[in-house]
């Protein structure tokens, strides 16, 4: 299998925290922020493995704005901010 980097998002819901993947847009729960990043860690290796089972990996990967250099080694588009803002 590939190795690829990703950025993760945390989210809050209730009792749940949600990480999420928004380059792959995949995403997985748990009772922790540690949790949630591990068990979505698990989420982005089983989507990679059944993409590159299907042939489907580089599709997914370049549509996902993932650039290969030149050793081949697949380079994650970079979240550069985040913002919680209120509109009125």
């Keep these: 299998m590939i190795s690829i980097d990703y950025d993760v998002i945390v989210f809050n819901e209730e009792e749940a925290f949600v990480a999420y993947c928004p380059e792959l847009d995949v995403s997985s729960c748990g009772k922790s922020v540690e ?5 979505l ?8 493995e059944e993409a590159e089972k ?6 997914i990967l370049s549509e996902s704005r993932y ?3 030149a050793a081949g080694r697949w380079i994650a588009p970079r979240l550069v ?4 803002v209120s509109v009125s």
């Design 35 to 39: 949790q949630a990043k591990g068990m």
């Design 41 to 48: 860690n698990t989420a982005v290796r089983l989507f990679l």
């Design 54 to 59: 299907i042939g489907t990996l580089e599709d």
């Design 67 to 69: 650039k290969k250099d």
């Design 81 to 84: 901010a985040t913002e919680h």
